[in-house]
């Protein structure tokens, strides 16, 4: 059963805060969590630094700045948080770091916060606070450049689900926090897995190769299966391994796609390259576990 007890909502008042509240909304009335909605305020220092104003000057500016950020995130979508249990509360630091240690602290289950991004280059862009959060947060990070893109819904449809797995040591918690979510609403589940390339014309050892590698996967994707008593619909596909799950994620209809970041082995590593890639080209958002 999947728990979100706790959802943290980092908020910088933009655009893609909105759209990225939207979904933390609907995941707490889902889930009755806490939507703890977290402004981080950066130190006189980082603003400041490079400006000639005086210590008395530079603390006044910095105290009305807090006195505004607090009044601000006070009134933030006040009627629209209405119907969730909400905690606002401001911060002052690095502002990755922070969020890291509130989660981390605090027994945050799920981070929501959106990638940086403007125009038409956005999917080529995953702004340094989402990276950083992205490579150091223990908990589960949903995010994606279509947060902002969120509909004003009272719920957000989750009907299909699709799960990139690289069959490595994480493999195992990321389908189950798939299969979780796909049980919670009811959803249709997709797992996928890349391959490096589907048998061609050549050389035989590498045909024989390339079969042997998918046999292989889909051995350990039934293994997997078993292992957690989850269904779902199966895709080995050969190719480079951001295109072909963001792919997949458009052909199944994806309202979600969840991968794995936590093993430094495997086709994602850490939130490697592929990982990368994933979360700035997919068609909908991403939930790193």
Not at 247 to 253: L, T
Request: with cysteine.
């Amino acid at each position: 059963m999947l728990t979100l007890a706790k959802i943290l909502l980092p908020v910088d008042f933009s655009e893609r805060s909105l759209g990225a509240a939207r979904y933390g909304k609907s995941l707490a009335r889902h889930f009755q969590s806490e939507l703890v909605l977290l402004h981080v305020l950066t130190p006189p220092h980082y603003e400041f630094g490079a400006l000639e104003i005086g210590g008395s000057m530079l603390t006044e500016l910095y105290t009305n700045r807090s006195a505004q950020v607090a009044a601000e995130l006070e009134s933030f979508l006040v009627a629209e948080l209405a119907e969730v249990r909400t905690r606002r509360l401001v911060l002052e630091g690095d502002p990755a770091r922070q969020i890291v240690d509130f989660a981390h602290e605090q027994g945050v289950d799920l981070i929501v916060m959106p990638t940086h991004g403007y125009g038409p280059f956005r999917r080529f862009i995953l702004g340094s606070n989402t990276a950083k959060v992205l490579h150091d947060a223990d908990c589960p990070v949903w995010t994606g450049i279509h947060l902002e893109d969120a509909p004003a819904a009272a719920e957000l449809p989750f009907r299909s689900i699709l799960c990139a797995l690289d069959l490595g040591p994480q493999s195992c918690k990321t389908l189950q926090w798939a299969a979780g979510l796909q049980r919670e609403f009811e959803a249709r589940l997709t797992v996928i897995h890349a391959t490096t390339g589907e048998p061609d014309s050549g050389d035989d050892s590498e045909v024989n190769w390339r079969v042997n590698v998918r046999e292989a996967a889909e051995e350990e994707l039934l293994r997997l299966q078993q292992q957690t008593n989850i269904q779902a619909d199966v895709l080995i596909e050969g190719g480079d391994p951001a295109r072909v799950i963001c792919s997949a994620a458009g052909r199944v209809k994806a309202d979600v796609l969840v991968i794995g970041r936590g093993s430094a082995a495997g086709v994602f590593g850490r939130l490697r390259t592929n990982a990368y890639a994933i979360i700035r080209e997919s068609p909908c958002p991403v939930v790193s576990v």
